[in-house]
């Protein structure tokens, strides 16, 4: 959640967003072309040309195609750029388990210390 709170630039989450709204929009547009096509061709099959069903066939393996294609080319980019900003962006905070050993006075520390970590660090 951290990540998508401050991705980074500005640039980086404009591009987010935009492919969020896009995939949103074109999933359902290219789903209701491809049957719309398919079922075109079904109909071209029984009642008149081969040659326009094939047409209508090869125009939506052509649109999915290119669906998939970015899909896949935008899920890789945004997974890069979350890598990417975990890679760049580690919080980490040591946590000292209680000992038997420890005085009474440092096990306090210890554990007000515990308490007063920022939500933001990762606990190792």
């Not at 939506?60 to 669906?67: D, G, N």
């Not at 962006?89 to 210890?110: C, T």
Request: contains cysteine; hydrophobic residues 45%.
């Amino acid at each position: 959640l951290q990540w998508l709170r401050n991705p980074g630039p500005q640039h980086e989450k404009r591009t987010l967003f935009g492919d969020m709204v896009c995939f949103l929009f074109i999933t359902p547009l290219a789903t209701i072309s491809g049957w719309l096509c398919l079922r075109g061709a079904v109909d071209h099959l029984h009642f008149s040309s081969r040659l326009e069903a094939v047409g209508l066939i090869a125009l939506t393996v052509a649109l999915f195609t290119i669906y998939l294609f970015w899909t896949l080319v935008s899920i890789r980019y945004h997974c890069r750029l979350y890598n990417e900003w975990r890679r760049t962006n580690q919080q980490v905070m040591l946590l000292i388990p209680k000992s038997a050993n420890v005085p009474s006075n440092h096990q306090s520390l210890l554990g007000l210390q515990t308490l007063k970590r920022n939500l933001k660090e990762t606990i190792v």
